[in-house]
Structures are given as structure tokens and as C-alpha cells.
């Protein structure tokens, strides 16, 4: 069956994935490198690492979602096109899963969700921290490169009358 746009439950979950994703981005790399207080690195440090792991089973829901649900006609209407648009999404959603895989497995402490829960750490070799770590940093970059050029892509499709954000809109 052919859908002019998103079923509302993949429009809900986009909205909290750019939401989560463009927060975690811009606020993890502010404390990395620039000079903040110590207390301000901790706390953003807790919140993104808490707020990301209860992420993980939103952005699975996501993924199963896209597999499941009928796709919306594509706007081109040359194969080329349409290819490029699946295959940057389908590049997104990888790079996320890298990014969240190698944030869990670079973890050297507990992860502790809001006090609610915590999980053990995965790996206790510290040269495998220390491996992911710099995976974790690698796709983060590579996510934020992604995600800005979705956000152009995007803003280029409107102005040039494809309106694709209201395939994204309730
Ligand atoms: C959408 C998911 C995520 C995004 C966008 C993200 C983004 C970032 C960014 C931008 C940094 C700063 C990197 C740098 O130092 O250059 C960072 C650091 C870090 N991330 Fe993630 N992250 C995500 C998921 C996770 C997950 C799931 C965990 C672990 C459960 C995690 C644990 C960490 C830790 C421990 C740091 C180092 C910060 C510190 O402890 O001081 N991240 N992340
Ligand atoms: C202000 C920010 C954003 C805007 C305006 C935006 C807008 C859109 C729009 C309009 C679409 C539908 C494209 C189509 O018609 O096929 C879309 C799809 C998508 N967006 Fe975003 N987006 C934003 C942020 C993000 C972020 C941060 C991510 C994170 C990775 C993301 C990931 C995706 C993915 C993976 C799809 C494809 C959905 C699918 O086919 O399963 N977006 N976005």
C-alpha cells in the first residue's frame, strides 16, 4: 500500500530521537572541549549517559518500525534520487547504533540510570575502554555530519518545493 507520509508513532518517535540526539550532540561536545566547571562536565555527563540508555529501546522500536511499516512515495521520481535519500537514512540509522554500541561498550563504570537502575559495565579491559571510547568520539562526528546535512537536505527539499516536513508533521 502506497502512504503520502509517516504513521504517527514514526513521527512521535522521530521528533524524540532529533530531540535526544541533537541535545546529547551539541551538549557532549560543549563539555568536552570547552572549559566548563567540573561539577557542570559531571552532571551533563549523568544525565546524557542516563537519558542515551533509555534511548536505546525507543531507537529499536524506531528501527523495527521502518522495517515493518509501509514506506511513504518517495517525492523523486528518478531511481537515482530516491536511492541516495534511502541510503543516507539507512546511514543515520546506523551511525546512531554504532554511537549508542560503543557508548555502552566504553563504559569503565556503572551506568547508573537516574538512580532508578544501573548496569554493570561490559568489558573490564581498559585498552578496550580505551578502543571504544575513541569509536564513541568517531561516529559522534560522523553523526553530527549526518544529522547536518538531513537538517539541509530538508531545508533545501522545502525551498525548492518538495514538502517533505510535512511528511514528518502530524
Ligand atoms: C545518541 C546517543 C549518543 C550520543 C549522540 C552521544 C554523544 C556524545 C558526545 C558528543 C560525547 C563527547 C565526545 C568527546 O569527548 O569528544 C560523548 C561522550 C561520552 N558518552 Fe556519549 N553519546 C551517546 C550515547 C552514549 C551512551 C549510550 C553512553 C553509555 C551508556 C555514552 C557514554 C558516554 C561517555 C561516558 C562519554 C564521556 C563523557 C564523560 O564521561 O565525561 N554515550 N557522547
Ligand atoms: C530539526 C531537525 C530535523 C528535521 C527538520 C528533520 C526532518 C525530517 C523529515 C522532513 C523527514 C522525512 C523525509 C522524507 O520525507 O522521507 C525526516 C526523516 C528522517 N530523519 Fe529527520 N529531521 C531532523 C532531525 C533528525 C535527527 C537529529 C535525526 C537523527 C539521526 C534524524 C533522522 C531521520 C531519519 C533516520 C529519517 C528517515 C526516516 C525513515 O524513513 O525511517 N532526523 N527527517
Known amino acids: 500500500m502506497q502512504v503520502q507520509k509517516y504513521c504517527w508513532q514514526q513521527i512521535l518517535l522521530h521528533w524524540i530521537s532529533a530531540t535526544v540526539i541533537i541535545w546529547v550532540l551539541i551538549s557532549g561536545f560543549y563539555v568536552a572541549y570547552l572549559n566548563v566547571a567540573p561539577a557542570t562536565r559531571h552532571f ?17 522500536l524506531r528501527w ?4 515493518t511499516r509501509p514506506k511513504p512515495r518517495s517525492l523523486h521520481d ?42 554493570a559495565p561490559m568489558l573490564s579491559n581498559p585498552f578496550w575502554h580505551n578502543v571504544w571510547f575513541k569509536a564513541h568520539i568517531a561516529s ?22 518538495r514538502r517533505v516536513l510535512r511528511r514528518m508533521l502530524p
Open 44 to 60: 551533563v555527563a549523568f544525565v546524557n549517559v542516563a537519558m542515551t540508555t533509555l534511548f536505546i529501546p525507543v531507537f529499536m
Open 140 to 161: 559522534c562526528l560522523l553523526l553530527a555530519l549526518g544529522v547536518s546535512l538531513h537538517i539541509g537536505a530538508v531545508l533545501l527539499h522545502e525551498l525548492s518545493g
Open 78 to 119: 528518478h531511481l537515482k534520487h530516491q536511492r541516495i535519500a534511502h541510503v543516507a537514512h539507512e546511514g543515520l540509522y546506523w551511525t546512531t547504533a554504532i554511537v549508542l554500541l560503543s557508548g555502552v561498550l566504553m563504559m569503565d563504570r556503572v551506568i547508573d540510570v537516574f538512580g532508578w537502575f544501573s548496569i
Open 64 to 67: 523495527l518500525l521502518r522495517l
